[in-house]
C-alpha cells in the first residue's frame, strides 16, 4: 500500500516562509507527476503547483513568484517552498502523485493524496 507523508505546516506571519514535504512510501514501481493542492475552510480544492516527472512545474497564477515546487525522484518527494506568505494562503495543503504499481505482471497508475498539514498566515 502506497502512502504520503506530508510535514512542515504551520503558522507564520504575513511574510514569512514554510517549506512542506511530502514522502511517497510503499512498493513503488515510478512516479509520475507529483504536485500540491489547498483547500481552506468553505472553499473547493484549488491547485497550486505541480512538477512533471522531468521537472517542468506549473502553478497557479496566485502564487507564481512566491511558491516553488521542486522534487527528488529518488527519494521519492516533493517540496514545496513558500515565501512572502500572505492570510489568503490559509488552508490545509494536501500533496498527491501519480504512482504507478505492480499488480501480477500488470503496471497501473492510481493518484495518492496524502492527509494534508496545515498552513496559517496571520496579518
Known amino acids: 500500500q502506497v502512502q504520503l507523508a506530508e510535514s512542515g505546516g504551520g503558522s507564520v506571519h504575513t511574510g514569512g516562509s514554510l517549506r512542506l514535504s511530502c514522502e511517497a512510501s510503499g512498493v513503488i514501481f515510478g512516479i509520475n507527476d507529483m504536485g500540491w493542492y489547498r483547500q481552506a475552510p468553505g472553499k473547493q480544492r484549488e491547485l497550486v503547483a505541480t512538477?512533471?516527472?522531468?521537472?517542468?512545474?506549473n502553478y497557479a497564477d496566485s502564487v507564481k513568484g512566491r511558491f516553488t515546487i521542486s522534487r527528488d525522484n529518488a527519494k521519492d518527494s516533493v517540496f514545496l517552498q513558500m515565501n512572502n506568505l500572505k492570510p489568503e494562503d490559509t488552508a490545509v495543503y494536501l500533496c498527491?502523485?501519480?504512482?504507478?504499481?505492480?499488480?501480477?505482471?500488470?503496471?497501473?497508475?492510481?493518484?495518492?493524496w496524502g492527509q494534508g498539514t496545515q498552513v496559517t498566515v496571520s496579518s
Open positions: 512538477t512533471t516527472k522531468g521537472g517542468t512545474a
Open positions: 498527491t502523485m501519480a504512482v504507478s504499481v505492480m499488480s501480477g505482471d500488470i503496471v497501473h497508475e492510481m493518484d495518492i
